[in-house]
């Protein structure tokens, strides 16, 4: 069964912090990973998607992939409390195209 | 781009009656939808997925019977709750995507189904 293992958290950081939110998976076909940010009551929305090993970065956001290890992880510059949210890792297994969703790491930036 | 429109965003209804959920692709053709379930503080449940013009496959433990997906047009999908319970009660999302390959989801905002 594939799965995708996220710490639940909260994950509380000061602001202007880097959040770092982590995520590993078990099927070693894996091909795509997405971080999509979901607000209490709100639906999720893409921030990320990385393809390849090492890093992308998107303005104060950052994913690393690293599929030797099947880890993909976000980091969050400059945390501001509006970045508090559920973040949801998501992959892609060779095939079948139907994502795999994390339970979702809860992120709080106090301030 | 990809903006996919999810109505209504708030239901309430009675047991036993039936509820109509529409997702819409509005600036691109989804050739696949995906309907998720999501209960409070957890996470996502997928319950189908259809491709237009196909049949949806559900996920097991999801009733096809109970929960009537169609996806008649490329923009167009709708679940349907039938004979709905207060068990049914949840966070009803779409998404879609206009490839079939490794490309990212695009939500609907999600409909809150309340069944008193």
């Known amino acids: 069964q594939k799965e995708v293992e996220q710490n639940s958290g909260p994950l509380s950081v000061p602001e202007g912090a880097i959040a770092s939110l982590n995520c590993t998976y078990s099927?070693?076909?894996?091909?795509?990973f997405f971080w999509y940010r979901q607000y209490s009551g709100k639906s999720p929305e893409l921030i990320m998607s990385?393809?390849?090993?090492g890093d992308k970065e998107d303005g104060r956001f950052t994913a690393q992939l690293n599929k030797a290890s099947q880890y993909v992880s976000l980091l969050i510059r400059d945390s501001q409390p509006s970045d508090s949210a559920t973040y949801l890792c998501?992959?892609?297994?060779?095939?079948?195209?139907?994502?795999?969703f994390g339970r979702g790491t809860s992120l709080i930036v106090h301030p | 781009g990809a903006v996919v429109s999810q109505h209504p965003s708030r239901v309430i209804c009675k047991s036993g009656t039936s509820v109509k959920i529409e997702c819409r692709s509005l600036?691109?053709?989804?050739?696949?939808m995906f309907w998720y379930r999501q209960f409070p503080k957890q996470s996502l449940m997928l319950m189908a997925t259809?491709?237009?013009?196909?049949?949806?496959?559900?996920e097991q433990g999801v009733e096809k019977d109970k929960f009537l997906i169609n996806h008649a047009s490329l923009t167009l999908s709708t679940l349907t709750v039938t004979s709905a319970h207060p068990e049914d009660s949840s966070f009803y999302i779409c998404?879609?995507?206009?490839?079939?390959?490794?490309?990212?989801?695009?939500f609907g905002n999600g409909t809150r189904l309340t069944v008193t």
């Open positions: 259809s491709n237009e013009g196909s049949k949806a496959t559900y």
């Open positions: 600036d691109f053709q989804a050739t696949t």
């Open positions: 998501a992959v892609n297994s060779g095939g079948s195209y139907i994502p795999t």
């Open positions: 990385i393809y390849s090993n």
């Open positions: 099927d070693r076909g894996s091909q795509s």
């Open positions: 998404s879609a995507r206009s490839r079939q390959d490794n490309s990212p989801l695009h």
